[in-house]
T-cell receptor
């Protein structure tokens, strides 16, 4: 049973380009969470999605960032017109049900975005 | 709002020595508490969690943590450090354990170094 798969592992973008980060949850998991880890910081919640629904996007920057979790395929975190401050590690986590506490989240290995 | 404070961004111990990583939280409701470990360039792995019940929680790799409500603490300990324990450790609290699908609030992390 594969874990949470994130790709790419490393992504380099020039300022102004778009970054697309993909997350495939564990088999049987229908809840996906995205977190961002800035250098020397803990993880900060960005968005929580279920299939075809954004449940909580209170941690998402208001501009340039969007997320989706379509009926088929992985969840996508999209960053338009990237700036150097977007350089960070982006982690995805999934859980099998609406309450992750009985299981904890399962995290992917992250995508490390570098904006040059 | 919930918050987590990890005292000491870096902790250094000798191999075989006691490991103590400190975590204090603030919460207006009974918290759900977690410790995660992150090895270089990897995702977060759940070490242990406290939800309800016994306040001394045992996790993987010989780690344990004790929930002390009166001290609002959830310190992580291991009796004897091993070189392979060198990593970054994150304490986390749930935002609202009564609400399904809520995010985790992370501390800034503590880097553990183990010397021979």
């Amino acid at each position: 049973n594969a874990g949470v798969m994130q790709n790419p592992r490393h992504l380099v973008r020039r300022r102004g380009q778009e970054a697309r980060l993909r997350c495939s949850p564990m088999k049987g998991h229908s809840h996906v969470y995205w977190y961002r880890q800035l250098p020397e910081e803990g993880l900060k919640f960005m968005v929580y999605l279920q299939k075809e629904n954004i449940i909580d996007e209170s941690g998402m920057p208001k501009e340039r960032f969007s997320a989706e979790f379509p009926k088929e395929g992985p969840s996508i975190l999209r960053i338009q017109q990237v700036v150097r401050g977007d350089s960070a590690a982006y982690f995805c986590a999934s859980s099998p049900g609406s309450s992750p506490y009985g299981y904890g989240y399962t995290f992917g290995s992250g995508t490390r975005l570098t904006v040059v | 709002a919930q918050s987590v404070t990890q005292l000491g961004s870096h902790v250094s111990v000798s191999e075989g020595a006691l490991v103590l990583l400190r975590c204090n939280y603030s919460s207006s409701v009974p918290p759900y508490l977690f410790w995660y470990v992150q090895y270089p360039n990897q995702g977060l792995q759940l070490l242990l969690k406290y939800t309800t019940g016994a306040t001394l929680v045992k996790g993987i790799n010989g780690f344990e943590a004790e929930f002390k409500k009166s001290e609002t603490s959830f310190h992580l300990t291991k009796p004897s450090a091993h070189m392979s324990d060198a990593a970054e450790y994150f304490c986390a609290v749930s935002d609202d354990p009564n609400q399904a699908g809520t995010a985790l609030i992370f501390g800034k992390g503590t880097t553990l170094s183990v010397s021979s």
